[in-house]
């Protein structure tokens, strides 16, 4: 009898082991799938199993929470909306993406400060006010110095008209 309940214990443990793997597996796919809220059900596995599926989503709950936060912010700059420095923590190679996501917003910010000077600048009859190119990098630098060129292209023949009839005057 007492070998019948070992064998019996033994055929619900190996089980609910393999529900455990079926269900990680099941994980695996809808993660690879790009689904990144999908987590383990634990409520069906007792002891340890559950325990190690809970570790599970805790571990999937720390690898996709800089994710979301660099989606939800990465939405807003493609719809044109500059987010707020991210503020949220975190640690290693995640703190590398929210660096970076940052170090965007603060590009964008800059690029639009500048531009949005210029324009004040340039509607308050300030005809020479330009964009300060040298105080931004790469591509930021090259929009900068062609609409500094765009406008010398309309008001230095404006100047030039200017001064040829101060001169015939």
């Given at each position: ?53 809970a570790g599970v989503n ?112």
């Amino acid at each position: 009898k007492e070998e019948l309940e070992e064998l019996e214990m033994l055929r619900a443990e190996t089980e609910e082991w393999q529900g455990v793997v079926i269900e990680i597996a099941g994980l695996i796919d809808l993660i690879q799938g790009g689904n990144l809220k999908a987590r383990a059900s634990t409520e069906e596995f007792s002891g340890m199993n559950g325990e190690m599926l809970a570790g599970v989503n805790d571990l999937l709950d720390a690898i996709c929470a800089p994710f979301e936060v660099a989606i939800e912010n990465l939405d807003k700059l493609a719809k044109g909306d500059i987010p707020d420095t991210l503020e949220q923590t975190f640690t290693g190679d995640f703190a590398r993406l929210i660096d970076s996501l940052n170090g965007c917003i603060a590009s964008l910010n800059q690029i639009q400060d500048d531009l949005m000077n210029t324009v004040a600048l340039q509607t308050s009859g300030s005809v020479g006010a330009r964009c300060a190119a040298d105080s931004h990098d790469g591509i930021y630098r090259e929009l900068t110095q062609g609409i500094n060129e765009a406008l010398d292209a309309i008001s230095l023949p404006v100047f030039d008209a200017i001064a040829l009839l101060k001169e015939y005057s």
